[in-house]
């Protein structure tokens, strides 16, 4: 197999990305939501800590995974059926994208504007004062965002369906 992307399929690397990311989201988003119900104790305190740490790999390794993505060649459009498909498709990548970003980066400024050092893997950073209007506002644009990340993985795997299904081609073939 090989590890840069073709005109036809995602190399090595490129899967690699999708479905380590694909994984890590599958437990991430169910275990935030699970996080919010706990109790206050020191139990949660290290499971925060775990999410944390998991976001914010997720973050660097999106970074990566753009900057591989920016130096390959992407695998061309499939056959289009219907005027706009290869744009929803764009657009569909593009905001997973966002999404991931949204999330990562407003959990991050959550806990900056509660005040909190965090560690981010090479380092530690934290802001000098607190502001916890912003820090609730950042909360917020994480849930809604999350909410964001589940619509478009939604309509992301409807398509892979209805690609392989209906219109019969090899999309799936591209990332396997
Ligand atoms: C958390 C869930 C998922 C996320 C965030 C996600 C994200 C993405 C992104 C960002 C791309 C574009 C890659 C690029 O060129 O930069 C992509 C491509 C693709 N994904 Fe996913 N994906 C997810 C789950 C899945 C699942 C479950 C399937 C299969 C059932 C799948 C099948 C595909 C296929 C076939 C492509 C290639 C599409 C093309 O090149 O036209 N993905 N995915
Ligand atoms: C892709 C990565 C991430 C995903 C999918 C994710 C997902 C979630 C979800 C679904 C919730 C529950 C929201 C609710 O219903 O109230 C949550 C809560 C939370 N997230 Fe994240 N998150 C990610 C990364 C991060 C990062 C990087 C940070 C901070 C550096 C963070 C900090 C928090 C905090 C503090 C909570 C609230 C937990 C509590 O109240 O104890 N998250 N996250």
Redesign the pocket.
């Known amino acids: 197999m090989r590890i840069f992307n073709s005109n036809k399929e995602y190399g090595l690397v490129g899967k690699l990305f999708h479905w380590i990311t694909f994984l890590a ?1 599958l437990l ?2 169910p ?3 699970y ?2 119900g ?1 109790e206050f104790s020191s139990e ?1 305190i290290e499971l ?1 800590n775990i ?2 740490l ?3 790999t ?2 660097y390794f999106t970074l990566f995974r753009l900057i591989w993505k920016f130096f390959n060649t992407s695998p061309s459009e499939t056959k289009s059926f219907f005027i706009g498909q290869a744009f929803i498709g764009k657009a569909n990548h593009f905001l997973l994208y966002v999404s ?1 970003f949204t ?2 980066i407003s ?2 400024l ?2 900056l504007y509660m005040g909190e050092t ?1 560690n981010f893997i090479f380092f530690k950073y934290g802001f000098k004062k607190d502001n916890f209007i912003l820090a609730d506002a950042y ?1 917020d644009v ?2 809604y965002a ?1 909410y964001l ?1 589940l619509a478009l993985v939604t309509l992301h795997i409807f398509a892979v369906i209805a690609h392989h299904f209906i219109f019969k081609d090899k999309i799936l073939k591209k990332i396997l």
Do not use: A, D, P
Request: hydrophobic share 60%; no cysteine.
């Open positions: 989201l991430q988003v275990f935030g939501f996080l919010v706990l949660r925060e999410h944390i998991v976001g914010i997720i973050f991931i999330i990562t959990g991050i959550k806990k965090l909360y994480h849930v999350n990340l």
